[in-house]
């Protein structure tokens, strides 16, 4: 059972920047594909960015370049760096992990994005 806990989450304002993290129990090197999703109120779950055991990175259009994942894999942990924030970017945002034994969540950390 892998256990994600995200971190960094916080209130900025419009056109900040904000640095998400995600520490794994075990070896992220070995998994399939990390990725960060949110949730805004009343919404469904978007994934927002994607990486890739070989670092390969998939993003939605609609953020503009805006957001950036890595991974370091000596400390376990996943990183979304954040970029020109808007209102919209307000949401509970969570770790995904794809890995052999299962697909895994963390508990989500809140990201408010208002002036």
């Known amino acids: 059972q892998v256990q994600l806990v995200e971190s960094g989450g916080g209130l900025v304002q419009p056109g900040g920047s904000l640095k998400l993290s995600c520490t794994a129990s075990e070896d992220i090197s070995s998994f399939q594909t990390m990725s960060w999703y949110r949730q805004a109120p009343g919404q469904r779950r978007e994934m927002v960015a994607s990486?890739?055991?070989?670092?390969?990175?998939v993003y939605p259009d609609s953020l503009e370049g805006r957001f950036a994942i890595s991974r370091e894999d000596a400390v376990n942990t996943l990183y979304l760096q954040m970029m020109r924030l808007v209102v919209e970017d307000t949401a509970v945002y969570y770790c995904?992990?794809?890995?052999?034994?299962?697909?895994?969540w963390g508990q989500g950390t809140q990201v408010t994005v208002s002036s």
């Open positions: 990486i890739g055991r070989g670092g390969m990175t």
């Open positions: 995904n992990a794809v890995t052999r034994s299962g697909d895994y």
